[in-house]
Nanobody, 120 residues
Framework: QVQLVESGGGLVQAGGSLRLSCAAS????????MAWYRQAPGKQRELVAT???????NYADSAKGRFTISRDNAKNTIFLQMNSLKPEDTAVYYC??????????????WGQGTQVTVSS
C-alpha cells in the first residue's frame, strides 16, 4: 500500500505565496521521479513541475521563475514553493510519484489533491 498526502493549499491574494508539501509513505522501495500537476475547473490536468531523485528539475512555462520544486529523499517528500501567485494559478494541485514498491512493482501514484485559490 502506497499513499501520497498533499498539504499546504489554501486561499491567498494575488502576488502572495504558498508552499505545498507531498509525502509518500507505505511499501516503498525507491521513489524515482516526483511531480506536481494541477487541474483548474473545466480544464485538463497539466504538469507543473518535476524532480528526479538526483534533483534535476523541469517546469511548465507557466511556472518558470515563480515556482520552485524541491525534495527530501530521506523523507520521500517533495515541496512546491509558489511565489507571485496569479488568479490563473487557481486549481487543485496533485502530487505524483513514479516509484518501486517493496513488492518490486513499478507504479504511478497520485495524491488526493489540495486546493489552491488565488483571489484578485
Amino acid at each position: 500500500q502506497v499513499q501520497l498526502v498533499e498539504s499546504g493549499g489554501g486561499l491567498v491574494q494575488a502576488g502572495g505565496s504558498l508552499r505545498l508539501s507531498c509525502a509518500a509513505s507505505g511499501s516503498i522501495f525507491r521513489v524515482n521521479v516526483m511531480a506536481w500537476y494541477r487541474q483548474a475547473p473545466g480544464k485538463q490536468r497539466e504538469l507543473v513541475a518535476t524532480i528526479t531523485m538526483g534533483g534535476s528539475t523541469n517546469y511548465a512555462d507557466s511556472a518558470k521563475g515563480r515556482f520552485t520544486i524541491s525534495r527530501d529523499n530521506a523523507k520521500n517528500t517533495i515541496f512546491l514553493q509558489m511565489n507571485s501567485l496569479k488568479p490563473e494559478d487557481t486549481a487543485v494541485y496533485y502530487c505524483n510519484a513514479d516509484l518501486l514498491t517493496t513488492s518490486w512493482n513499478l507504479g504511478h501514484y497520485w495524491g488526493q489533491g489540495t486546493q489552491v485559490t488565488v483571489s484578485s
